[in-house]
């Protein structure tokens, strides 16, 4: 009894053909009839593409082509959306102070939001240099900056705002993410702030990392009442070209940054771009 022989990843294929032949008419004991069915299963199996499967346990990874990718697909995000007004409507309008008599004055333009944070509804105000939350000030400039983090933030107007109400043990926080212009829209550096707790005293601006990064990068767990974050440094060729790139987690720990010691490595499939990549290893 023979069968055309499958290809290498139709291990069902395989299957399938242990069910064609019929072993009706041979001449075996009733208890017999089968063993020819299971040999040619346990066959068919020992064929299968294992090397699917183990793919697809590392779907998370393996799938993701960009940290941005990575980054969206982790279940513990704190920001998921950009800020809304109470009516459910992106607020984005751009706002230009006004001198004593009527004349408009440019030097200082600002974004007003007003998200629903923690049961009352507050005033965002985004500016250059500083975000206001009803009357409170927070210069970028005071903020809790990580090692490294000193381009200057670009015009309101680019400005993303990502609102996230208290939950369990965590605040509320507020993360503004400073895009630059349309012409640069694939920058991969992005100054990033988040303020954690903006309704309180106790209210406090950190500067994150911006490299390949952003609001949705921001996690914490149901227990965790700090949030954590990644940051990303380029791996760089002899040449000079960059090849790939290293995350390593970060907390924000008592106002202090912490190193959590995981990291994933990612390998760039064309060098000096960071858009598509190939993770090196499973995320921590």
């Given at each position: 009894?023979?069968?055309?022989?499958?290809?290498?990843?139709?291990?069902?294929?395989?299957?399938?053909?242990?069910?064609?032949?019929?072993?009706?008419?041979?001449?075996?004991?009733?208890?017999?009839?089968?063993?020819?069915?299971?040999?040619?299963?346990?066959?068919?199996?020992?064929?299968?593409?294992?090397?699917?499967?183990?793919?697809?346990?590392?779907?998370?990874?393996?799938?993701?082509?960009?940290?941005?990718?990575?980054?969206?697909?982790?279940?513990?995000?704190?920001?998921?959306?950009?800020?809304?007004?109470?009516?459910?409507?992106?607020?984005?309008?751009?706002?230009?102070?006004?001198?004593?008599?009527?004349?408009?004055?440019?030097?200082?333009?600002?974004?007003?939001?007003?998200?629903?944070?923690?049961?009352?509804?507050?005033?965002?105000?985004?500016?250059?240099?500083?975000?206001?939350?009803?009357?409170?000030?927070?210069?970028?400039?005071?903020?809790?900056?990580?090692?490294?983090?000193?381009?200057?933030?670009?015009?309101?107007?680019?400005?993303?705002?990502h609102v996230a109400p208290g939950h369990h043990h965590r605040p509320a926080m507020l993360c503004i993410e400073s895009h630059p212009g349309d012409t640069d829209a694939g920058a991969t550096d992005l100054p990033l702030f988040l303020l954690v707790d903006p309704l309180s005293a106790q209210a406090r601006l950190y500067r994150l990392p911006g490299r390949l990064s952003s609001c949705a990068?921001?996690?914490?767990?149901?227990?965790?009442?700090?949030?954590?974050?990644?940051?990303?440094?380029?791996?760089?060729?002899?040449?000079?070209?960059?090849?790939?790139?290293?995350?390593?987690?970060?907390?924000?720990?008592?106002?202090?940054?912490?190193?959590?010691?995981?990291?994933?490595?990612?390998?760039?499939?064309?060098?000096?771009?960071?858009?598509?990549?190939?993770?090196?290893?499973?995320?921590?």
């Open positions: 009894m023979e069968f055309a022989p499958a290809p290498r990843q139709a291990g069902t294929s395989r299957l399938r053909a242990c069910a064609m032949p019929s072993l009706v008419n041979l001449k075996l004991p009733f208890r017999l009839h089968r063993l020819p069915a299971i040999l040619c299963f346990v066959v068919a199996l020992s064929s299968f593409p294992f090397e699917v499967a183990l793919a697809r346990a590392g779907h998370d990874i393996h799938d993701a082509g960009s940290f941005a990718e990575l980054h969206a697909r982790q279940p513990d995000r704190v920001f998921t959306a950009p800020a809304y007004s109470q009516r459910g409507q992106t607020v984005r309008h751009l706002y230009v102070s006004e001198e004593e008599f009527g004349e408009p004055q440019f030097q200082d333009p600002q974004v007003r939001y007003q998200p629903h944070v923690d049961g009352r509804d507050v005033d965002v105000w985004l500016a250059h240099d500083r975000v206001t939350v009803d009357a409170r000030v927070f210069r970028y400039a005071d903020a809790s900056t990580f090692e490294g983090e000193t381009s200057e933030p670009h015009h309101p107007m680019y400005a993303d705002l990068a921001v996690v914490a767990g149901s227990t965790e009442s700090q949030p954590r974050f990644p940051a990303i440094r380029l791996l760089h060729a002899p040449d000079g070209r960059a090849i790939g790139a290293r995350q390593e987690g970060w907390r924000i720990d008592g106002g202090r940054f912490v190193a959590t010691g995981s990291s994933i490595s990612a390998t760039f499939t064309t060098p000096d771009d960071p858009s598509r990549l190939v993770f090196d290893a499973p995320a921590d």
